[in-house]
């Protein structure tokens, strides 16, 4: 039985990180291409915390899920 448990954890975390490799990420070049504003604009939205973002090595990346968090609540 508690093997069985093991197992059944290990697809729920096996799941949600193969939902995570899934969602979209963007630049903070095309969400100003998106949004149409200038990349600057997007830029200090990020270090104001307005628009979450992650950093990879010296770039940010926006995920689809957090940009849409932004856009509601404009």
Do not use: P
């Not at 990420?25 to 200038?38: G, H, N, Q, R, W």
């Not at 270090?47 to 856009?71: C, H, P, V, W």
Request: positive net charge; proline residues 0%; charged residues 30%.
């Amino acid at each position: 039985m508690r093997n069985i448990r093991r197992e059944y954890n290990i697809c729920i975390i096996m799941i949600k990180i193969h939902e995570d490799m899934e969602e979209n990420y963007y630049t903070i070049k095309e969400v100003a291409s998106l949004l149409k504003v200038a990349y600057l604009t997007v830029y200090r939205w990020i270090i104001s915390g307005k628009l979450e973002a992650q950093k990879a090595g010296k770039q940010y990346r926006i995920s689809k899920t957090n940009l849409d968090k932004f856009m509601q609540k404009k």
